[in-house]
């Protein structure tokens, strides 16, 4: 007899959400085989079978939330092997031993599920996992109109992904609508109660795992990071130019390179002209990086993520641009494996297509450097002692004193300048 453990998905996790099971007891699996998804604080993903056998036992309940890691899930019965008794035939005490969140047999997830449930016109409650309720009011599905195919009626997340999007959903607040997809209900705040904000003034909406995550990172690394900003602006009317040409010729393929690309592509060769700024603080010592993994920013539902481009020096604008659309999608649908937005050497944000001018970023620890980047805008500039136009964009770099020092800083952003100036040099 085996017990299934809860992973963890990433060094960092502690617990997540059993958001849905891919097997039933009496199912035979093999090595390989999809069992279950997992959804943490970053990304919802899917857990395969490292034995074969028969399943036996689930011991937590599709959509359980704060399942912490290591936590058996389920039991497995290997060839030859005994099974071990039920979950209602464990003696009391023993069922008593572990926390109802950790090991909830699945008989009692209606009345898991009951707690934190929108509820129907009738008043009755409409049981559905946390990953349903947050598909729905993302889609603007209304979950009223569902009939659940999950255990007991329950509704799911195929349930969710079949409805009609943009169904009208019942007016709420923004607290209500948060505490719909979170699963949790709107609560006082009391430190605004202590400063004598009258409850009943404001919206709580409820602070989800990504949300602490983020966070509780952001003020790690503004408390305990000594950062500072150097400003740059470049000049990008080549760019733009260079950028409609190589559209034009990779039209054919689908491909669209974005300013972006080209400023992942600039930063990756430029940490290598100056592989100082490729670096870490470690209280070992300074890691200095092998090669640029590009991290960028991507805003998604509920916070913020960082997709990388492992290897950007090596790479074409080209296959930069299709990395970093498939990856940005993927985040979006939380879909992201670990690997793939943990583990960076430098970061790029750009907020250009909101129309932020200028803005400095919090470094994403323990990388070294983070690059702000904003809007292109026409500037009137001097040129040969005349007064031109020229489309500018200004960019800021964050360091880590600790790693960069402003020298370094300054060499790294006088190797990036050339390369947005005239990127005929990153088509080589």
């Not at 899930?73 to 109802?100: C, V």
């Not at 016109?121 to 990953?131: C, K, T, Y």
């Not at 919090?362 to 292109?376: D, H, K, L, T």
């Amino acid at each position: 007899m085996t017990d299934i453990l809860m992973p963890a998905l990433s060094p960092t996790m502690e617990e997540g959400v059993l958001a849905k099971w891919h097997v039933k007891v009496g199912d035979v699996v093999s090595a390989g085989d999809v069992i279950a998804e997992i959804e943490t604080d970053k990304a919802t993903m899917e857990v395969e079978a490292v034995d074969e056998g028969e399943i036996t036992d689930i011991l937590v309940a599709e959509g359980s939330e704060g399942v912490k890691v290591n936590t058996p899930i389920a039991r497995l019965k290997d060839e030859g092997g005994a099974a071990a008794p039920k979950a209602a035939e464990k003696p009391a005490a023993k069922a008593e031993e572990a926390p109802k969140a950790e090991a909830a047999p699945v008989a009692e997830a209606p009345k898991a599920a009951a707690a934190a449930a929108p509820k129907s016109d009738n008043g009755e409650r409409i049981f559905s996992s946390p990953l349903a309720r947050r598909i729905a009011a993302q889609n603007g599905v209304d979950l009223k109109s569902i009939k659940g195919t999950g255990p007991h009626g329950r509704i799911v997340k195929r349930d969710v992904e079949g409805a009609p999007k943009g169904a009208a959903q019942p007016a709420s607040s923004t607290a209500t609508a948060a505490a719909a997809t979170s699963g949790i209900e709107p609560r006082k705040a009391q430190s605004l109660a202590q400063m004598g904000i009258p409850d009943g003034s404001y919206d709580l909406i409820p602070l989800d795992g990504m949300k602490k995550a983020v966070a509780r990172r952001m003020v790690d690394s503004i408390q305990n990071v000594p950062h500072f900003p150097l400003f740059i602006d470049v000049e990008i009317d080549q760019l733009m130019a260079v950028r409609a040409k190589v559209n034009k010729m990779l039209e054919p393929q689908g491909i669209k390179v974005s300013v972006n690309d080209f400023v992942i592509k600039a930063a990756a060769l430029a940490l290598k002209m100056v592989p100082e700024a490729n670096a870490s603080y470690t209280p070992e010592g300074i890691a200095m990086h092998h090669n640029a993994d590009v991290s960028m920013a991507v805003a998604i539902d509920g916070g913020l993520i960082t997709p990388i481009i492992k290897k950007a020096e090596t790479k074409g604008l080209a296959q930069i641009a299709t990395e970093s659309k498939d990856l940005a999608k993927r985040a979006r649908e939380r879909k992201l494996k670990p690997e793939e937005f943990q583990g960076g050497t430098f970061s790029v944000s750009n907020l250009g297509m909101f129309g932020i001018k200028q803005f400095t970023s919090i470094i994403n620890e323990p990388q070294g450097c983070i690059m702000s980047v904003g809007a292109g805008e026409q500037r009137a500039v001097v040129k040969n002692g005349q007064v031109v136009p020229a489309t500018v964009m200004t960019v800021t770099l964050t360091c880590d004193h600790r790693v960069v020092d402003g020298a370094t800083g300054a060499r790294f952003l006088q190797a990036f300048k050339p390369l947005i100036e005239d990127p005929v040099a990153m088509l080589a």
